[in-house]
């Protein structure tokens, strides 16, 4: 269909506005299966971002579980996750507030089972925070994950416990001893545990430990040993079996591949240049699930695109399920069917039921419930480029798209880097909204997968080692430069925004390299140094791979933080921030706002109260997505369709065509 107008790119009129986005857009963070009925967790931020519990019956009736005053989340690893479980009717749930475990029954409401704790101090929250639980009905019990706060000024304290499941009795300790724990596993009949251990300075996709401890009467741990695992090798998602084996997901070839534990000695399940894992920051994650212990439902990505299939462990026969999906995940399953989350370039997250047999699945909830024209829709297109060293790098190009406009004959559009989080993660070719509120107003996107991030393999996933505001920057350049030299982006016009870990290697590529012409960072690292001294025990030590040892090589860290080069910034700037995040503070954000605007660089910073690492409330979504697009209007001089934002931008001459 032929545009109805042709007018400057960034100035299009688009439906997908930032209170849509705001409030329209649920977060859904888990699937899970409880007899005939379906629950998920959906995050709301139309309602302050909490989390609650839906559960759906077999005639489709939804309803929600958690009452209003709750809020389904931990602050285990500050990143949380595994925050909640679903047992025969019963849901157990930490509750954000007071960092409590609660058990709410059918029909009744939700009653605390673990004590109240004095809070560790004003800045860190409740001493005592839960996460990760597995149901042991053999002796109704909880087994989780405890982080200990009550020490003070030391560092926090890891380990395995359980607890009677009505609140009657005292957490008692399974497993402790290391700096940390995540998903400890009962076997069918209750006799043995496994969980993963993993100590400083290792993130738990660096190397960690798959342990199996022998269970007496009493429920206690009488013998343990390692199984799996150690300093250069990744475990994830140990699951047992309904005839109780033992898998796991270790990536000892370079790659995440399924193996199981049996007669002492481990086996291979699958061996393809494929990740059938993903990196352990949140709790709670699940790629693969038993339909039957003959029968392994499972999820795998290639070359940034997740499919689900079918495995048989006795032949070791793995069948692709064909599915209009490229992204899965919280794979769960029973008998004939399996439930998950997925999504694709076209189509939102959701949550999703498969039956097995006759391979039709149904959408139970959508992310979001608006239509969005397909004529202001940019499908994510996998790219591969070059970068230093001869290597290649990964990415997902989105055109400029809106069905009413076209851009001026010869002009080419404003580009957006986007450099994802974490910085061990990747970004995904997924339908969001927030990307599209990018492109159907006239901007091209480039969400890079820069060395690093996982999918790609661990040799990929390491080439970011001591090489963290290096590696990162020189892909995020080479990918714009490479859309430049095919003449999909303005060159004189480049942005780079991201958060968190995005957020420092858009602050070092506007420090450390002379090709973006703005930025947006969003919570970002500014000083490396700070951030290793101040940020909290599951980080503590991850810059020790990504930089180097502190204090040992604090040369390093000087060298590479962008507060340190502010002499070297010349480029508009635009900061935002939650003011109780614990894991990049304030002080990183305001620093450097303080420094640029005393230099007369272009600059915003816009805090947020009651918001901590990633914005969850609605109306900080929206006031942050429309800011950025006011600053970029301002910085490149397109006249945006919306109504300028009460965001004041330092230093900033006017441009003479607005």
Known sequence: MKPDAVA?????????????????????????????????????????????????????????????GFNIRTLVHEYGGGACCVDRGTVYFSNFADQRLYRQDPGAPPRPITPASDQASRASGPALRYADAAIDRYRERIVCIREDHTGGAREAVNAVVSFDAQGREPARVLASGHDFYSTPRLSPDGSRLAWLAWNHPNMPWDGCELWLGELDADGAVSRSERVAGGLEESIFQPEWSPDGVLYFVSDRTGWWNLYRWSGGRVETLTNLDAEFG????????????????????????????????????????????????????????????????????????????????????????????????????SAAEAIEFPTEGGATAHGFYYAPRNKDYAGPPGERPPLLVISHGGPTGATSSMLDLSIQFWTSRGLAVLDVNYGGSTGYGRVYRERLNDRWGIVDIDDCVNGARHLVDRGLADGRRLAIRGGSAGGYTTLAALAFRRVFA???????????????????????????????????????????????????????????????????????????????????????????????????????????LNAELFFYSRVFGFQAAEPDPPVRILNLKETTDR
């Open 8 to 68: 400057p790119y960034g100035s299009w009129t688009s439906p997908i506005a930032a209170d849509v986005i705001a409030t329209a857009a649920i977060r859904l963070e888990g699937v899970f299966l409880d007899g005939p009925d379906v629950c998920w967790l959906e995050g709301r931020p139309a309602e302050q971002g909490r989390s609650v519990v839906v559960r759906r019956t077999p005639d489709g009736s939804a309803v929600d579980v958690t009452p209003r």
């Open 278 to 377: 993903k990196p352990q920051w949140r709790f709670g994650m699940s790629t693969y699930a038993f339909a039957s212990a003959a029968r392994i439902i499972c999820s795998y990505t290639q070359r940034g695109v997740w499919h689900l299939a079918e495995l048989d462990p006795a032949t070791r026969t793995l069948r692709p399920i064909d599915l209009p999906y490229t992204e899965i995940g919280s794979v769960h399953a029973a008998g004939g069917r399996v439930v998950f989350l997925g999504g694709s370039p076209t189509e939102p997250p959701a949550a999703v039921d498969l039956d097995l047999r006759t391979r039709r699945h149904t959408v139970l909830r959508w992310s979001w419930d608006i239509v969005v024209d397909p004529g202001y829709v």
């Open 518 to 624: 703005a930025g947006a960072s969003y919570y970002g690292v500014s000083d490396l140094e700070a951030l290793a001294v101040e940020t909290h025990k599951f980080e503590s030590r991850y810059l020790d791979r990504l930089v180097g040892p502190y204090p040992a090589r604090r040369d390093l860290y000087v060298q590479r933080s962008p507060i340190n080069f502010t002499d070297r910034l010349s480029c508009p700037l635009i900061l935002f921030q939650g003011l109780e995040d614990k894991v990049v503070p304030p002080n990183q954000a305001e620093r450097m706002f303080v420094a640029l605007r005393a230099k007369g660089i272009p600059v915003a910073y816009v805090p947020f109260e009651g918001e901590q690492h990633g914005f969850r409330r609605a109306e900080n979504i929206k006031q942050a």
